[in-house]
């Protein structure tokens, strides 16, 4: 039969105490009859009678000292008992709780915590586990709001397809050409949302590989808006950069930096119809602060917080065409992190918004 921790921890508390117990005895036992034995020469030697009465004196030592050993024994060990068991159980109730609350996670309840130990290495054990549980829960969270949220931005597309095609199966005539165009720009709609989830997995997993090299900024910020002055309409925002002189390098992936600054200019033309679109930078002891502002509708207070979140939508958008994923930010924020930045949201509703993330010097 095999003893359990509770057994385990209650008899070795106990042989423990009474080994203790047992060593005072013996070690009383022997010291005891010498210091006696002591006394009584040192009475006869002072000229006391005491040598007819000495083997009644031993008797009476003997008997007093077998009784007080017995009575010693017997509180010696029940107090042993006692307090093995107390600390016994004190050690294995938190223990216990922490078995009870992992069951309970087996089974789904994810919102049990363990209460703060009297014990400080239990008490450590309990915050571990509680912050563990804490972690796992919001991990259950977001996965089930990721499986809402992919569910709802899959089904439009899909519903769009699948109706245009019933109605030219059931018909039986050929796909007209404006019909291929919006299906083809549906299907595409479907390949960039799964590209995106693609990338943001790898890029929350850290899977993204980086490779740093020393990049100049104004290069790269000639290159951009060179790019993007094609695609907006003559009464659209105008573009611009400016730089401290001599600005330092930045130590950065280039394809993955220029991807950060395409999701954010990106995001700023989608939202300012005219106005101002400005791309800065500016050092920062041993960092490099790049900022992209617009003077768009800009976001409410309320919404701020939640524009790094994935399939994030401004409430000033929803009756625009969802041309985006609604992935963009969330995974700029993780791949400005991945090279040891942070990014940040500033926005005034109705006068624009400001993104500005930092990397490491190089």
Known sequence: MRVGLRGRLFFSHLIVMLVGLASFIVISRATSQHLFSGHLDQMASMGQAIHEIREELWVGFETAWSGSTAWSLLVGGVTAAGLSY???????????????????????????????????????????????????????????????????????????VRGYLEEVAEHQQALPRDTARLLVRETRRLERLVNDLQELSKAEAG????????????????????????????????????????????????????????????????????????????????????????????????????VFERFWRSAQTSGQSPSGTGIGLAITKRLVELHGGAIEAESTLGQGSLFQFCLPKA
């Open 86 to 160: 107390w600390v016994a159980h004190r050690i294995i109730q938190p223990l216990e709780q922490i078995e009870r609350v992992a069951r309970l996670f087996a089974a789904g309840h994810l919102s049990e915590r363990l209460p703060a130990s009297d014990v400080p290495e239990l008490a450590r054990l309990s915050a571990s586990f509680n912050r563990m549980a804490l972690s796992l829960q919001d991990v259950e969270q977001r996965r089930r709001e990721l499986i809402g949220d992919l569910t709802h931005e899959l089904r439009t597309p899909l519903t769009i």
């Open 207 to 306: 899977q993204l590989p980086l490779h740093l090299q020393p990049i100049a900024l104004p290069t790269l910020f000639e290159k951009l808006l060179r790019r993007f002055e094609s695609q907006i309409a003559e009464d659209g925002p105008h573009l611009g950069w400016q730089c401290d002189d001599g600005l330092a390098l930045v130590l950065a992936d280039g394809d993955r930096l220029e991807q950060i600054l395409v999701n954010l200019l990106g995001n700023a033309i989608k939202h300012t119809r005219r106005g101002l679109i400005t791309i800065s930078a500016w050092e920062a002891r041993h960092q490099v602060w790049i900022a992209v502002r617009d003077t768009g509708i800009g976001i409410a207070p309320d919404e701020l917080p939640h």
